[in-house]
């Protein structure tokens, strides 16, 4: 038996068998018969398709996910690989501008990229560089996620690190945030009201905060309840929770450009947030719709190892 009941929704003959029974077609907007949340099929490039589904709503936390294993040619072609990168820049600022517009006056704005080791580390530090372009947007964390496995071989240190960037609009909402893991360490000692205390008795939690290297969220596989089959670039719930969680208000709006398998929409649901998503692809979309229905039928979070498509006999003709 295959530990997942469907390949990744990349695959072409997977789509064409799923498009079907998308209930969204390009440029259309599925509103949340409870009247929370909007998802679309929709470009994150598009300054019009932006509009259409904030429709007058504005975001207070943003939390994007951009595809960035992006191709960059190969190693014997400089100037192609410069070209992609132009590209891929010209890609963020259109999405980066269109989310800015739909930003609140006080308001966070994380985003997740990645660094390729094998070229340049691109596009993690071309992005960083053109950030500095928006001197509304005020840097403020580099946050690594550390996955529990990573890829690597023996020349070469493992690879473990997902990166999220941290900017803030204004002066938006920030409440500290703490792990599960319990404080064992005694120290920084501080004298209060003439006596000598340690950070266990002046802390306000008996747990650590994460600060800015997250060493505690397990990396979502096929044996965890929230697993998407089929779904290649899933964020653990943990990691967008904690986000939400530290950087909105219940009933703030949270957005999300970049849906895939829904994680902002079924954090935002779980956490009483307005979920604003959409993803440019109808089968992701669709999947996003149908996590939310499964969540509120069933309080699941995912479909660990069934498919979420029953419709279809996925290892049919592959
Ligand atoms: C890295 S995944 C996001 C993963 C998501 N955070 C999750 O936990 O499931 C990126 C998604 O962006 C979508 N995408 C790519 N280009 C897009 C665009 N121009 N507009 C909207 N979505 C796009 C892809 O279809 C893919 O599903």
Known sequence: MPKEAIPRLDNDNIRKKILPFCRLKPGEIWNDP???????????????????????????????????NISVGNKNTDQLSRIEIDKYITFSRAWVNNSITMMNSNSNFYVWLGADQKRGFQPLPEFMLFMREFDNLKSRSFISLRNQRGYGTQKNWMAVRQELLYYTKGDPYFKVAYTDIPKVLKGYYKTINGKRTDNMERGKSDTIRPGNIWLDIQQVFYRMEENIPGAYAQKPLKSIERIIKTSSKPGDVVGDFFSHSGTTLIAAERLGRKCITFDKDPVFAELSIRRLERYRKTGKTGWQWENPFPEINPLANL
């Open 34 to 68: 409870e009247e929370k949340h909007k998802i679309g099929v929709l470009d994150a490039v598009s300054k019009s398709d932006c509009q259409l589904i904030a429709n007058g709503d504005y975001v207070d936390l943003f939390i994007q996910d951009p595809p960035y």
